[in-house]
Protein backbone atom coordinates (compact mmCIF):
# COMPACT_ATOMS: atom_id res chain seq x y z
CA UNK A 1 0.00 0.00 0.00
CA UNK A 2 1.49 3.42 -1.08
CA UNK A 3 0.43 6.30 1.37
CA UNK A 4 0.38 9.97 0.05
CA UNK A 5 0.68 12.74 1.75
CA UNK A 6 0.01 16.34 0.56
CA UNK A 7 0.42 19.63 2.41
CA UNK A 8 -0.55 23.34 1.29
CA UNK A 9 1.75 26.13 1.24
CA UNK A 10 1.08 29.63 1.63
CA UNK A 11 2.92 31.71 -1.32
CA UNK A 12 3.19 35.65 -0.85
CA UNK A 13 1.81 37.92 -3.91
CA UNK A 14 2.40 41.18 -2.79
CA UNK A 15 0.78 41.20 0.51
CA UNK A 16 2.84 43.02 1.95
CA UNK A 17 2.56 45.62 -0.35
CA UNK A 18 -1.42 45.49 -0.60
CA UNK A 19 -1.66 45.55 3.71
CA UNK A 20 0.98 48.58 3.52
CA UNK A 21 -1.00 50.48 1.50
CA UNK A 22 -4.28 49.65 3.00
CA UNK A 23 -3.04 50.89 6.53
CA UNK A 24 -1.66 54.07 5.30
CA UNK A 25 -4.55 55.23 3.04
CA UNK A 26 -6.71 54.20 5.96
CA UNK A 27 -4.98 55.89 8.81
CA UNK A 28 -4.81 59.02 6.42
CA UNK A 29 -8.60 58.78 6.36
CA UNK A 30 -9.26 58.53 9.85
CA UNK A 31 -11.05 55.15 9.37
CA UNK A 32 -9.31 53.76 12.36
CA UNK A 33 -7.42 54.37 15.55
CA UNK A 34 -6.18 50.63 16.27
CA UNK A 35 -4.49 48.59 13.66
CA UNK A 36 -3.60 45.24 14.29
CA UNK A 37 -1.04 43.46 12.10
CA UNK A 38 -0.80 39.16 12.72
CA UNK A 39 2.91 39.93 11.48
CA UNK A 40 6.83 40.11 11.39
CA UNK A 41 7.43 40.78 8.29
CA UNK A 42 9.77 43.81 8.55
CA UNK A 43 8.78 45.11 5.34
CA UNK A 44 5.64 46.29 7.02
CA UNK A 45 8.03 48.63 9.39
CA UNK A 46 7.96 51.53 6.90
CA UNK A 47 4.07 51.54 6.95
CA UNK A 48 4.24 51.27 10.88
CA UNK A 49 6.57 54.70 11.19
CA UNK A 50 4.41 56.11 7.79
CA UNK A 51 1.15 55.74 10.33
CA UNK A 52 2.99 57.13 13.58
CA UNK A 53 3.76 59.73 10.74
CA UNK A 54 0.24 60.53 10.44
CA UNK A 55 -1.12 60.48 13.55
CA UNK A 56 1.51 63.44 14.47
CA UNK A 57 0.87 65.32 11.29
CA UNK A 58 -2.96 64.86 12.50
CA UNK A 59 -2.71 65.51 16.06
CA UNK A 60 -4.26 62.25 16.65
CA UNK A 61 -3.82 59.28 18.32
CA UNK A 62 -3.27 55.47 16.78
CA UNK A 63 -1.80 52.56 17.88
CA UNK A 64 -0.38 50.11 15.87
CA UNK A 65 0.73 46.82 17.09
CA UNK A 66 2.14 43.26 15.47
CA UNK A 67 1.12 40.66 17.03
CA UNK A 68 3.09 36.93 16.30
CA UNK A 69 3.87 34.02 17.65
CA UNK A 70 6.21 33.41 20.39
CA UNK A 71 7.76 30.38 21.92
CA UNK A 72 11.03 29.19 22.65
CA UNK A 73 11.72 27.63 19.25
CA UNK A 74 10.12 30.53 17.64
CA UNK A 75 13.59 32.11 15.37
CA UNK A 76 12.33 35.56 15.28
CA UNK A 77 11.01 36.33 18.60
CA UNK A 78 9.68 40.03 17.61
CA UNK A 79 7.30 41.82 16.22
CA UNK A 80 7.67 45.15 13.20
CA UNK A 81 9.76 47.75 14.07
CA UNK A 82 7.76 50.55 14.99
CA UNK A 83 4.82 48.56 16.54
CA UNK A 84 3.89 47.70 19.57
CA UNK A 85 4.67 44.04 19.95
CA UNK A 86 2.08 41.03 21.10
CA UNK A 87 3.20 37.80 21.75
CA UNK A 88 0.79 34.94 21.08
CA UNK A 89 1.77 31.69 23.08
CA UNK A 90 0.41 28.28 22.05
CA UNK A 91 -2.57 28.56 24.85
CA UNK A 92 -3.68 31.97 23.67
CA UNK A 93 -3.69 30.74 20.05
CA UNK A 94 -5.72 27.88 20.51
CA UNK A 95 -8.49 29.62 22.39
CA UNK A 96 -8.94 31.36 19.54
CA UNK A 97 -9.40 28.04 17.41
CA UNK A 98 -12.85 28.05 15.57
CA UNK A 99 -13.90 24.62 15.09
CA UNK A 100 -16.72 25.38 13.29
CA UNK A 101 -16.10 24.15 9.63
CA UNK A 102 -17.05 27.23 7.48
CA UNK A 103 -16.76 25.38 4.13
CA UNK A 104 -19.78 24.70 1.98
CA UNK A 105 -21.71 21.66 2.35
CA UNK A 106 -21.77 19.13 -0.76
CA UNK A 107 -25.36 18.99 -1.53
CA UNK A 108 -27.17 15.70 -1.47
CA UNK A 109 -27.99 13.65 -4.56
Known sequence: MTRTNSYLTG???GIDVRLAIDIISMAWQNLFDVALVFSQDQDLSEA?????????RQSRWIKIASAFPSSPVVRKPRGINWTDWIRIDRAMYDTC???RDYR???AAR
Open 11 to 13: EEK
Open 104 to 106: PKA
Open 48 to 56: AREVRDIAR
Open 97 to 99: IDP
